[in-house]
């Protein structure tokens, strides 16, 4: 007989790693109401399938990617929705924030979002959230290997961005 397998506490998960997922899906989906919905939409899909997951430890692991993929999945029907709209343009959290905020960073947010999606996928998730390469490959189901690649890139495009701009 197999051991028992420990619950995954949802709970506990949600109060120690809602806000940076928040974040993560914020610069993903480029608002907070959206990124909210996102993160408590894989925080109650955790917890339907709770008893399901193989390795309790990966459970922060899955919530990165069900994230993620539910970034994807809005930024797809926004993108349906929205063919006729004006291009995406970056997030500005608040009035505060916004005077505080300077050229030079909206100059990087604007470069970010007209990135392709995995490049800004994998920059959040390397310079954001401070991930290891293995990890980031884990999340987004690629190899280590792409994931360097994908960076590399990723910054040569953002420093060619950001040159253009200035």
Known sequence: M???RAP???GELYRGHALGLIRLAMLMVGDAPSAEDVVQEAFLGLHRNRNALRDPAAALAYLRSAVLNRCRSLLRRRAVAGRFRQPYQPPVWSAEERVIDGQERRQVVAAIARLPRR???VLALRFY?????EQIARTLKISRGTVSATTSRALTALARLLKENA
């Open 8 to 10: 995954v506490d949802v």
């Open 2 to 4: 197999a051991p028992a």
């Open 119 to 121: 490049q800004r996928e």
């Open 129 to 133: 959230c401070d991930l290891p390469e």
